[in-house]
């Protein structure tokens, strides 16, 4: 029911910056929660960042303090700005939406993010 769509990935050298977003259409709850994900080359995917309605964060040890998760909630966007990054922060970065209500789960079909020299 919900159609998630990310952009703003791309090729960036490393100590370089970018900025995700994803913006979340369909039916969507007034409760729920956003969040990032990414899952490198041969690796699980794992949780960045997730953020809920009232703007309570949570973030993955190895971005803290390098990237920040925030949302526009009247756009029904959410946003990932990567700085200081690092060749292992390539992956694809997926989009997450769940219901509050009743923890169903949707996902965006990424975009991809190479840090490289």
């Known amino acids: 029911q919900v159609q998630l769509v990310e952009s703003g990935g791309g090729l960036v050298q490393p100590g370089g910056s970018l900025r995700l977003s994803c913006a979340a259409s369909?039916?969507?709850?007034?409760?729920?929660?956003m969040g990032w994900y990414r899952q490198a080359s041969g690796k699980q995917r794992e949780l960045v960042a997730r953020?809920?309605?009232?703007?309570?964060?949570d973030y993955a040890d190895f971005v803290k303090d390098r990237f920040t998760i925030s949302r526009d909630n009247a756009k029904n966007t959410l946003y990932l700005q990567m700085n200081s990054l690092k060749p292992e922060d390539t992956a694809v970065y997926y989009c997450n939406l769940v219901n509050g209500a009743t923890g169903f789960g949707s996902w965006g079909q990424g975009t991809q993010v190479t840090v490289s020299s």
């Open positions: 953020i809920t309605i009232r703007g309570y964060t």
């Open positions: 369909g039916s969507i709850s007034t409760n729920y929660v």
